[in-house]
């Protein structure tokens, strides 16, 4: 009988398949496999690759460590869970953390962790368990961060909420090509919720909320990049206020075709996450890193 299946199972290793059948796959049935190193990566091996300088991979675990609320953005395959779980390597490991994930990915090493996962309805619709659900449940269970896998859709707007309470150092990730776009994505996000707040609302709760942007981007030469750390540091106006502290800057390419850049520091010496660097005793560590990447 000719009907049309689709799955998205997990394997015990983490890796993800997909089947598609006809007359959905119009050229017959598609097996997708997506697997996952089982060794994660960590921020020294992304240096070792180019990813990020060693100036920049020590600002990223100073942004960890102090407890900036920090959303990763990216495109598909650009490397953002990577990264999320190289920053949640610098949470203390007296912190209780809780993830939200609708595929549990992030391996978290710190021993007060608890792992959620969404569940899809079943095969009547019912017993559907969302992202929203899973934010608003782990808000009832004392953490102080919450790590969002992937915000998709309006839990972003829970999240915010969530970081702008007493839950500092919250992490998540978001699909988006640019930190500005990633901003536009996020109020997108919460008018998908249904919320009718005024634009200026919006902005206003983002940007109390949010601390640092850090952009991943997978180049056309297949290598990946962090492209920006990018603080969001007010409003004015109407308008979300940010500054780059790095940016990723392309010359080229070589003869073999491979991307020709190097990161740069935009010169801001003073970030606006200063004060708090400063309350966990980070402040000289980040004045000598940015003044390193400075003279790079």
Excluded at 141 to 152: D, L, T
């Amino acid at each position: 009988m000719n009907r049309a299946r689709s799955a998205t199972p997990v394997f015990p290793d983490g890796s993800r398949v997909n089947v598609i059948a006809p007359p959905l796959a119009i050229d017959g049935t598609a097996l997708t496999i997506r697997k996952f190193k089982k060794d994660k990566l960590k921020l020294d091996q992304l240096v070792k690759f180019g990813a990020i300088t060693p100036e920049g991979a020590v600002l990223l675990q100073i942004i960890g460590r102090v407890r900036c609320n920090v959303v990763i953005s990216g495109g598909t395959g650009s490397g953002k869970t990577t990264l999320l779980n190289c920053l949640t390597g610098y949470i203390d490991l007296e912190e209780r953390v809780i993830t939200c994930e609708d595929t549990a990915e992030l391996q978290l090493q710190q021993p007060h962790v608890v792992r959620l996962e969404t569940r899809p309805p079943n095969i009547e619709g019912e017993g559907e368990i969302t992202m929203r659900d899973l934010i608003k449940n782990c808000l009832r269970m004392r953490p102080e961060r919450i790590i969002v896998g992937e915000v998709r859709g309006p839990e972003v707007f829970d999240l915010l909420q969530a970081m702008n309470t007493g839950h500092d150092g919250s992490m998540g990730t978001i699909h988006a090509n640019t930190p500005r776009e990633c901003l536009s994505r996020m109020e997108s996000m919460i008018a998908m919720g249904g919320f009718t707040l005024p634009a200026k609302t919006v902005h206003e709760i983002i940007a109390g909320s949010i601390d640092v942007i850090i952009q991943a981007a997978r180049l056309r030469d297949g290598s990946r990049r962090i492209t920006h750390i990018t603080e969001v540091i007010g409003m004015e106006g109407d308008v979300i206020i940010t500054q780059d502290l790095m940016r990723y800057e392309m010359d080229g390419e070589d003869a073999n075709g491979k991307i020709i850049g190097r990161h740069k520091s935009t010169g801001i010496g003073r970030p606006h996450f200063w004060d708090r660097a400063r309350y966990f005793n980070e402040d000289k560590r980040l004045a000598a890193t940015l003044d390193a990447m400075e003279k790079d």
